[in-house]
Structures are given as C-alpha cells and as structure tokens.
C-alpha cells in the first residue's frame, strides 16, 4: 500500500450511500448467515464464497500471518530455524521478517488483524509488521540513508496505513450495500494490488480542472458470494488525526467494468445531487 506523499491543499469528497442496517456498526448479519448457526458453525449459505469447493489462492505469507498476531517472536525465531517457513513456490525462506543487513534500528514482527474478510477463508486479512514494511520499501528502491526515521516514525506508518485499508474498506461496504440481497453474508476481499503511477480516469479528468493528482491508487478485487468486482480507490492528501491516524481521503467507488457497476455510479450520483 502507498507509503508515498505530495503535498495537496485539495479537498476531495468521496462516494458515498446509505449503509442499510445488515451492514451498520455494530449490527447483527442477517439470519441466512452462518453467525447464527452456533451448532454448525462451518455451514454455509450455498451462495456464500466460503462454500467453494477450491478457495481462491492468496499471497503465502497470509498462511502464517496468525502466528505473528498470536505469538511473534516465536514465530520469528521459526524463521530462522529448519524450512518450517520454506515457500513452496520458489523454496526460498520468506525474507520479510528479517532485519535488512543495514537496517539502524530493529522492528517490531508483530502483525494485526483487519476487520476484512479474506475470500474463501473463515479468517481475515492480516497487515504487514514494521519489518514486512520496512523491507517492502526497500525492494521498491526506498534507502533509509536519505530520511530521518525513527522506530516511532514506522510505528506511525504502520498504523496510518492499517487505518487507511479499514477506511477503504468502510466505503465498500457502502458501495456493497446496494446488493446486500443479493449477498447475505456480506462481501469479502478477494485479492488487491498498487497502480500508484496508473492515474484512473476519474483522477485524470480532476487533474485538467486544475485538481491535484492523488498519490497512489489501488484496485481492490471483491468476492459478492462468487461474482468478482473491482473497486478502484484513488488516495489523497488530508490532514492527519493523531488520534485514529487517519491521513488520507479517499475516493472510492466501483470500476466501470459492468452495466450494473455503471448503474450503482448513477444512482449514488442521482442521490447525491438531490439531496
């Protein structure tokens, strides 16, 4: 996820609906959804994704990402001990819990949980630790060498970057509500991925009325109980709160991949401009 910056004073206003009350803070699922079947807790609705029969492939460090939310320093000394962390795509050990070799300060390996469901699994998603995002930037070309980082610096990016993801997810859960119907379990992220150089239209068409550019965009892959739908969410500049570190506004809403994706963009607009 984007760790880069510009310096805006654009105040951009994001997409938004109602959010009915299957989906609302603190609100119970509906009944068709597997929260109410204490006694057959792995059962299922036939239209929800946990119920495929070959869940979807997801990035390997997912597999493992709970023994760093549970236990990370031990799952960090694992690591370094036998191939209980072997790839078996390339057979090489993971290297993204391992200091870099001229890394100033050690890092935290701990990892926390999201609130976002991860496609044909019962879990999560799972955020990187400070290490996993200290040697991501890396491996993007980033060098400590040229900035005044701090441990508490990372502590900081971490946490304004998981709540970046929680606020993104929040806006497609609205999105997603115009066809809670059609979903009674609610949707879950199948896969995403950074286009930060690839400006979406949208953005582009803000960019010749005189707005600035966002610094980074992501396309989030959403599983509807089997239908995939692509969001686009393009990311910029605000003012952080220290309090819930959140930086960045965002601008969501989904791709122009569809008739019923150009539909939901119609009627939010209509809404908007009528009330």
């Given at each position: 996820?984007?760790?880069?910056?510009?310096?805006?004073?654009?105040?951009?206003?994001?997409?938004?609906?109602?959010?009915?009350?299957?989906?609302?803070?603190?609100?119970?699922?509906?009944?068709?959804?597997?929260?109410?079947?204490?006694?057959?807790?792995?059962?299922?609705?036939?239209?929800?994704?946990?119920?495929?029969?070959?869940?979807?492939?997801?990035?390997?460090?997912?597999?493992?990402?709970?023994?760093?939310?549970?236990?990370?320093?031990?799952?960090?000394?694992?690591?370094?001990?036998?191939?209980?962390?072997?790839?078996?795509?390339?057979?090489?050990?993971?290297?993204?819990?391992?200091?870099?070799?001229?890394?100033?300060?050690?890092?935290?390996?701990?990892?926390?949980?999201?609130?976002?469901?991860?496609?044909?699994?019962?879990?999560?998603?799972?955020?990187?630790?400070?290490?996993?995002?200290?040697?991501?930037?890396?491996?993007?070309?980033?060098?400590?060498?040229?900035?005044?980082?701090?441990?508490?610096?990372?502590?900081?990016?971490?946490?304004?970057?998981?709540?970046?993801?929680?606020?993104?997810?929040?806006?497609?859960?609205?999105?997603?509500?115009?066809?809670?119907?059609?979903?009674?379990?609610?949707?879950?992220?199948?896969?995403?991925?950074?286009?930060?150089k690839e400006f979406s239209p949208r953005a582009r068409i803000r960019h010749w009325m005189g707005y600035e550019l966002p610094f980074d965009r992501h396309d989030?892959?959403?599983?509807?109980?089997?239908?995939?739908?692509?969001?686009?969410?393009?990311?910029?500049?605000?003012?952080?709160?220290?309090?819930?570190?959140?930086?960045?506004?965002?601008?969501?809403?989904?791709?122009?991949?569809?008739?019923?994706?150009?539909?939901?963009?119609?009627?939010?607009?209509?809404?908007?401009?009528?009330?």
């Open positions: 996820m984007g760790a880069s910056m510009t310096t805006s004073g654009t105040t951009v206003k994001a997409e938004t609906v109602t959010l009915p009350a299957q989906f609302g803070n603190g609100s119970l699922p509906p009944q068709g959804c597997p929260m109410h079947q204490e006694s057959q807790k792995s059962s299922y609705p036939s239209e929800c994704p946990m119920h495929q029969d070959e869940p979807p492939a997801g990035p390997v460090h997912q597999d493992r990402a709970y023994e760093f939310v549970n236990c990370p320093m031990r799952a960090a000394k694992a690591g370094t001990q036998g191939l209980s962390d072997i790839d078996p795509t390339n057979m090489m050990p993971p290297p993204n819990q391992q200091p870099a070799p001229d890394q100033p300060f050690s890092l935290s390996v701990k990892r926390e949980e999201s609130t976002i469901p991860r496609a044909g699994t019962d879990n999560n998603w799972v955020y990187p630790s400070e290490q996993m995002f200290w040697n991501a930037m890396l491996r993007k070309g980033w060098r400590w060498k040229d900035d005044s980082l701090s441990p508490d610096d990372m502590t900081n990016i971490i946490k304004i970057h998981n709540r970046n993801n929680e606020q993104a997810w929040e806006e497609i859960l609205k999105w997603e509500a115009l066809h809670a119907g059609e979903c009674p379990c609610g949707p879950s992220l199948k896969r995403f991925g950074g286009k930060a989030w892959i959403v599983d509807r109980c089997g239908k995939e739908v692509r969001y686009v969410i393009d990311y910029y500049e605000g003012d952080i709160d220290k309090d819930t570190h959140q930086f960045s506004i965002l601008d969501v809403r989904p791709a122009f991949d569809s008739l019923e994706a150009v539909w939901d963009r119609v009627k939010v607009a209509w809404w908007r401009w009528t009330s």
